[in-house]
């Protein structure tokens, strides 16, 4: 369904096809399409000019020595493209190495990792159960049970002072002649 502004809203425009739209309006059927004509139709728009190829021959030839600068002036140039892509093939060579040796780097880190994880996790386990099995009470009945010893009474426990010991060992060495004190220090070292 079409509204009376519809067709005056766009009649006035300078678009083509809204005036076409317009002049193609039955004014029989319906009024709501206005009489105006615009007096001066705008001209159409101008289409894009396409760029032509065009070819020209060359009717001047060149000579040897400009054949021979042009010919070395193209050798410089695939010279030039050639060591850029060099440069560029061996920077990006060396970025995927870099990155594949980081990459085994890492993993390696990581097994590293996981392995002294286990390791400390073993370790507080071992503490753990010796200090569950080591007590005194344990110390003391392998002591007496497996290797047979026995515990000592009061009246079995005899102190030494060490001071009057120095002192009596370096006496016993003053009194004794060189001789027999060299051969009993090297009995006593033995």
Known sequence: MTNASDFRRYSYGIDFETRNAVSAFSQTRSSAAPAYTPEVMPEAPVPRRRRKL?????????????????????????????????????????????????????????????????????????????????????I?????????MVKLDSDQVRYIDVEKYKDARTAALNEQPLEEAAVGTAAENQ
């Not at 003391?140 to 047979?148: F, I, P, T």
């Open 140 to 148: 003391e009945d392998y002591a007496v049970n497996k290797l047979g």
């Open 54 to 138: 065009s070819v020209t021959t060359n009717e001047n030839l060149k000579s040897r020595e400009e054949l021979i600068a042009s010919q070395k002036l193209a050798r410089k140039q695939m010279l030039a493209i050639v060591s850029v892509i060099a440069v560029v093939a061996v920077m990006l060579f060396s970025m995927l190495f870099t990155y594949a040796v980081k990459n085994e780097y890492t993993r390696q880190i990581a097994a590293l990792k996981t392995e002294l994880s286990r390791e400390v996790n073993q370790n507080i386990c071992t503490n753990a159960e010796l200090e569950a099995l080591v007590t005194i009470e344990q």
